[in-house]
């Protein structure tokens, strides 16, 4: 999606931190329920400019929905893909970065990268600001323990949600609680670069979410945490299209391709929520075949295999 952010912080930490369409066949885990919302924080009114925001990106999904962008369809006969295009798209999107780090922050510039994800279980918590509405709180957890659920049955790992700290944290606030964010972000990931946690909290009016991963320098290709930011200003699809994304971004997909079709690592808008294109991809990282630090040159002979096995022979 346009307007998204997504990096993965390989091995950068000061100290050692601790610890649509049917989708492809793999085992499904047993279904978990929505942690309940947080009963101790107390409302408060969002800000002139927070409500003011919120007016601007609903005015931005109205007008990408009349365009026939937004699609929640998941691809099909208009959107065919070929094994080779599902190999090229894997290698930009899961072996390319989209960010460079240059002089301490991060910027656009896109770089050869290796194959990264998670070796250990992934354990979504949700934290909501305290001007986020209880209408938004308790719809957001249900979209995002019924997407964990889909994300572990397509991927193999384990992934969903937790009342706990988890290792995943979602952070749905204003702009305001953005800001504001900082000293929290330090306790979730001890260790932060202040630079990284600035930037982080520093998200621009394009920026519409944004996720960062982490791994530590023993294990850079292996990542232990995550932490997506979420606007609370976006209305129900954009904020929904931004937990597709960024989640499936933080698992280890961290680049965006043009050429991807139909799929949301893509900047053009076209679909909002993950695609059978996307579980397919998501299959491809997690296979066990796929080795963690595999560069682009030395991937390529392996996606081959497995995408074909895939797409059952599919040219």
């Not at 656009?108 to 194959?115: A, D, I, L, Q």
């Not at 294990?219 to 232990?224: C, I, L, T, Y």
Request: charged share 25%; proline share 6%.
């Amino acid at each position: 999606m346009r307007g998204a952010f997504h990096i993965a912080l390989a091995g950068l930490m000061a100290v050692t931190l601790s610890a649509c369409e049917a989708p492809v066949s793999s085992p499904r885990p047993a279904q978990r329920e929505a942690p309940a919302p947080e009963p101790s924080q107390k409302q408060v009114e969002p800000s002139a400019r927070s409500k003011e925001l919120s007016a601007y990106y609903a005015q931005v999904q109205r007008s990408l929905i009349s365009q026939g962008l937004l699609r929640t369809d998941g691809g099909g006969y208009d959107t065919p893909f070929s094994k080779r295009q599902l190999v090229n798209n894997f290698i930009q999107i899961g072996v390319f970065n989209e960010f460079t780090l240059v002089d301490g922050l991060y910027t656009e510039e896109r770089s050869e990268g290796r194959v990264q994800r998670w070796e250990k279980p992934v354990s979504i918590s949700m934290q909501f600001g305290a001007a986020v509405s209880t209408d938004i709180r308790l719809k957001d957890q249900k979209t995002v323990a019924s997407y964990a659920n889909r994300l572990s049955r397509v991927s193999g790992e384990k992934v969903g949600v937790t009342r706990g700290k988890g290792n995943f944290h979602v952070a749905v606030l204003t702009v305001d609680e953005i800001e504001d964010f900082g000293p929290e972000l330090m306790k979730l990931i001890p260790g932060l670069d202040a630079g990284i946690a600035r930037q982080i909290t520093n998200m621009s009016k394009p920026i519409y979410c944004a996720v960062y991963a982490f791994s530590d320098a023993s294990k850079p290709d292996s990542f232990h945490s995550a932490v997506a930011i979420v606007r609370a200003e976006h209305p129900d699809l954009l904020r929904q299209s931004c937990y597709h994304e960024e989640i499936a971004q933080g698992l280890g997909l961290s680049n965006d391709s043009p050429a991807a079709r139909p799929s949301i690592f893509n900047d053009d808008d076209e679909f909002a929520l993950l695609t059978r294109h996307d579980e397919l991809l998501l299959q491809i990282l997690y296979d066990e075949r796929l080795p963690l630090g595999s560069t682009p040159a030395q991937a390529r002979p392996i996606i081959e295999v497995i995408a074909s096995e895939l797409l059952g022979g599919e040219s």
